[in-house]
């Protein structure tokens, strides 16, 4: 059988081995639409092998960079000394896995989806690391500091375009948000910035288009430091929050 153009030869490979006698039928469902992510398992996310499926989104290449960008800031400002991280809507635990991997901290990760935490503790036994798992609501204030809060929330709006089988197969909860999708970004700095430390650092993924009126509402309503940095391609991404 011959390797389908859209699918990688890694991918291929592993999928020979792992599904010899029902290759034809898993290319079909891959054809269908059905994430290939989600069939082979995992995935390779900053270096560490993380566990996939339908109870969390699909890790994505640029919330890589959001990790490395934060890990950047965090040893610029605190170098070597160990800090306090939580992690906002973790998901399947790849922010809060690689940032624990990578610095000296204190890590927690919360949820709201009670599915996407187990999965999350999976991930984070089989990559030997110690993280606090929360099930909760991401925007319900917290009862400690925190020198960083990281998260990569539900960001496209309620009418905004998502391909069809993200659309179908990953979850929904994690995927939309009121407000033109800045529910979560304005929800979590109005409820948690008043808990993050001095220094402090708020790290987060946004939509492509969603700089500008992530501008506005911080110089209207915040007298606060702020960065927003761009992905690999060109695009701004991502808003750092620096609470000095």
Same mark, same amino acid.
């Given at each position: 059988?011959?390797?389908?153009?859209?699918?990688?030869?890694?991918?291929?490979?592993?999928?020979?081995?792992?599904?010899?006698?029902?290759?034809?039928?898993?290319?079909?469902?891959?054809?269908?639409?059905?994430?290939?992510?989600?069939?082979?398992?995992?995935?390779?996310?900053?270096?560490?092998?993380?566990?996939?499926?339908?109870?969390?989104?699909?890790?994505?290449?640029?919330?890589?960079?959001?990790?490395?960008?934060?890990?950047?800031?965090?040893?610029?400002?605190?170098? =070597? *000394?160990?800090?306090?991280?939580?992690?906002?809507?973790?998901?399947?635990?790849?922010?809060?896995?690689?940032?624990? *991997?990578?610095?000296?901290?204190?890590?927690?990760?919360?949820?709201?989806?009670?599915?996407?935490?187990?999965?999350?503790?999976?991930?984070?036994? *089989?990559?030997?690391?110690?993280?606090?798992?929360?099930?909760?609501?991401?925007?319900?204030?917290?009862?400690?500091?925190?020198?960083?809060?990281?998260?990569?929330?539900?960001?496209?709006?309620?009418?905004?375009?998502?391909?069809?089988?993200?659309?179908?197969?990953?979850?929904?909860?994690?995927?939309?948000?009121?407000?033109?999708?800045?529910?979560?970004?304005?929800?979590?700095? *109005?409820?948690?910035?008043?808990?993050?430390?001095?220094?402090?650092?708020?790290?987060?993924?946004?939509?492509?288009? =969603?700089?500008?009126?992530?501008?506005?509402?911080?110089?209207?309503?915040?007298?606060?430091?702020?960065?927003?940095?761009?992905?690999?391609?060109?695009?701004?991404?991502?808003?750092?929050?620096?609470?000095?």
């Amino acid at each position: 059988m011959n390797k389908p153009e859209k699918i990688s030869l890694a991918d291929w490979n592993i999928l020979l081995n792992k599904y010899p006698n029902d290759l034809e039928e898993i290319l079909k469902k891959i054809e269908s639409g059905y994430p290939i992510q989600y069939i082979i398992g995992n995935v390779d996310f900053f270096n560490s092998i993380i566990d996939i499926d339908e109870r969390a989104l699909i890790p994505r290449f640029e919330t890589e960079l959001l990790v490395q960008k934060t890990i950047d800031y965090i040893n610029k400002i605190w170098q =070597q *000394k160990k800090i306090n991280i939580i992690d906002l809507g973790t998901g399947s635990g790849c922010i809060a896995i690689s940032l624990k *991997k990578a610095l000296n901290c204190n890590m927690t990760a919360l949820d709201i989806s009670n599915n996407s935490l187990e999965l999350a503790k999976n991930n984070a036994l *089989k990559n030997n690391v110690k993280i606090n798992f929360i099930n909760r609501d991401m925007i319900i204030p917290f009862n400690k500091n925190f020198d960083v809060i990281v998260s990569n929330p539900p960001y496209i709006p309620d009418d905004g375009y998502v391909d069809a089988s993200v659309l179908k197969y990953e979850p929904n909860l994690a995927l939309f948000a009121k407000d033109n999708g800045l529910f979560f970004y304005k929800q979590i700095i *109005k409820v948690h910035l008043s808990k993050l430390n001095k220094p402090g650092l708020m790290a987060f993924e946004i939509g492509d288009n =969603q700089k500008e009126l992530l501008e506005k509402f911080l110089n209207e309503n915040y007298c606060l430091k702020y960065t927003f940095k761009k992905d690999f391609n060109n695009r701004y991404r991502y808003l750092f929050i620096f609470n000095e």
